[in-house]
């Protein structure tokens, strides 16, 4: 008898008397070996600074009939693949006034950041990474447009840790060789061996740190212990990206550095953003338009006042006529990173149909530094678990933005009871 359709299990034993014996690989193994692997879930969240002009930026009328307000109106092609959120807050401690340091801290915590020191509570996407980025060479990636004006990587609302925010890169070029090394063209050959020689430097370094802790002290020792915990995350990389098989990706060359005009620095950022998830590098990622409090001009859009002067407008015509320009800005540039990721196919979906992405600003009226009635957007499906084409206008302004991250958590394989200030989840985004 021929068993021509039955899989077996590759580790397929016979057993009698005793006696336990391994069969040869069989066809029907191979065929079970190989099932339909599940989608490959991502989380992203790209923040804006300094809030919007509301009555310009809030859609008209509820639900799936909602029409496009004059910033979203840019977003429009993309209707059926984000939802549009009004109501939510990241505001912990109401009894405090507002200002930049406290909505840049609690923007992806939902955690109010103690007095005189930076202490708030790890952020969602590091509790992403945790899980999402024990499969790709990197963790997470933070990028920006902007530095802070004292070094090469901009601090911003991303923690690892309650007391560690991460640095955000905004130099494309460094971010290219960070990613695909720094040759001037994506080469998966070159990235291979240098993979390995990294392994071999590492693998000395450990050995010299085992022969210099048996002559130090306790204190000295806990200290090493947390640098060889950092070095097995780098070896973890190697690793990981050793096993994968190399993405076919566009060609691109290592870009010169930023450009000048910031729509074109944006576009740059998004593209290597894409190629980052196409190539699976990392599933989880934050990107910024601009610093906190940013002073960016935009010449392009013929405004010449600064984006920090021009979001104090105090209610004047002039000021929120060009923070209005700026809000429909932005939206063409995510539209244009939306585009880009639902152009690429993945099995029957889109790259943008398996990711899930927030994104929205700190501040809602930014004269007033609010942190109250947000301007959120949360897009991609989720490979099939998330519903879109809506607006939900919240009543009120009491629901925590953390009780959306628990749902979005939720949604990528991530699930968690409690995040910061959250009061539970959002459920209305279900299919």
Known sequence: MFLTRKKLA??????GAGVSIGLPLLDAMAAAATPEPPPVRRLG???????????????????????????????????NKFTVISGLSSDPDRTKAGFHDRALASFLTGVEMTKGKVHVGISVDQIAAKTLGKETPFASLELSTENNGGGAAHVGPVFKTATTPLPFEYNPRKVFERLFGEGGRIDPAAAAARNAADQSSLDGVLQRIGELKRQLGA????????YVESIRDVERRIQVASKKRPAELPPMTRPAGAPDAWPDHVKLMFDLQVLALQADLTRVWTFLYAREATSINFPHLNISMGHHEISHHNFEKEKLDALAKINVNQSQLFAYFLSKLDALREGNSTLLDHSLIMYG?????????????????????????????????????????SNLYLTMLEKVGVPMEKLGDSTGRFNRLEM
């Open 361 to 401: 600003s700190n501040l809602s009226v930014p004269t007033s530094h609010s942190q109250r009635d947000l301007p959120i957007i949360v897009a991609g499906g989720a490979a099939g678990r998330v519903a879109h084409g809506r607006y939900i206008a919240l009543p009120g302004d009491e629901t925590p933005l």
């Open 219 to 226: 204190g000295d020792k806990r200290k090493l212990d947390e």
């Open 10 to 15: 590759r580790r397929t034993l016979l057993r």
């Open 45 to 79: 969240f790209i923040m804006y600074p300094l809030g919007v002009d509301q009555a310009r930026w809030k859609p008209k009328g509820e639900g799936a009939s909602y029409t496009f307000s004059e910033a979203l109106a840019p977003l429009s092609p993309h209707r």
